[in-house]
């Protein structure tokens, strides 16, 4: 079975430049999360949909941040204009609704602002 | 608010010795609780998770995990490790039937051969 898909893996840019990241959950999962891994803060949610919706995203830093989930098969996390501070390895994860199922993780993309 | 607490932020181990991270979380009610590993570079992979029933759960690779209520803990064991499990470990708990997961802030393993 295929896992959740990242893209892209790596991704550098300049300052004030927008981002776009993508994501692609494993088929069948109502459940997606973005999160951001930093060495400082660890591993933090973003936000999260369910059947698509934006449950809850209080963990999105500014509004320089947006994320969306137009289908089942498909989310993007934007960011603009983009910051030094917001290097960081961004991951997706997706998981069934019933309540001891685990998060499935993508490999990550590697975001690097000049 | 569900908080996990990972004492050991980096713990440094010779092959065949015995391994035990410890994993406190805070929330009365029902939990779930998981044990992910992260090989450098790679991403979150599940080793074990518990929801119910026998609070001694084992995982893959040789790895187990004991849920104590009384304690809030569900320390992760592994009686020899190998230099294959150098990595860094996260506990998480699920709690209060929301799908929301708080991550630890991970342990790094650094097995010497």
């Known amino acids: 079975d295929a896992g959740v898909i990242q893209s892209p893996r790596h991704e550098v840019t300049e300052m004030g430049q927008e981002v776009t990241l993508r994501c692609k959950p494993i088929s069948g999962h109502d459940y997606l999360f973005w999160y951001r891994q930093t060495m400082m803060r660890g591993l933090e949610l973003l936000i999260y949909?369910?059947?698509?919706?934006?449950?809850?995203d209080s963990g999105m830093p500014e509004d320089r941040f947006s994320a969306k989930m137009p289908n089942a098969s498909f989310s993007t996390l934007k960011i603009q204009p983009s910051e030094p501070r917001d290097s960081a390895v961004y991951f997706c994860?997706?998981?069934?609704?019933?309540?001891?199922?685990?998060?499935?993780f993508g490999d990550g993309t590697r975001l690097s602002i000049l | 608010a569900q908080s996990v607490s990972q004492h050991n932020h980096h713990v440094i181990l010779s092959e065949a010795a015995s391994l035990e991270l410890g994993c406190n979380y805070s929330?009365?009610?029902?939990?779930?609780l998981f044990w992910y590993v992260q090989y450098p570079g790679q991403h979150l992979q599940l080793l074990l998770k518990?929801?119910?029933?026998?609070?001694l759960v084992k995982g893959i690779k040789g790895f187990e995990a004991e849920f104590i209520k009384s304690k809030f803990s569900f320390n992760l064991r592994k009686p020899s490790v190998q230099w294959s499990d150098t990595a860094e470990y996260f506990c998480a708990v699920k709690s209060g039937g929301y799908q929301k997961v708080t991550f630890g802030t991970g342990t790094k393993l650094q097995v010497i051969p």
């Open positions: 994860a997706s998981s069934l609704s019933a309540y001891n199922q685990p998060q499935h």
């Open positions: 949909f369910n059947n698509n919706v934006p449950i809850d």
């Open positions: 929330y009365g009610g029902t939990v779930n």
């Open positions: 518990y929801f119910s029933g026998d609070p």
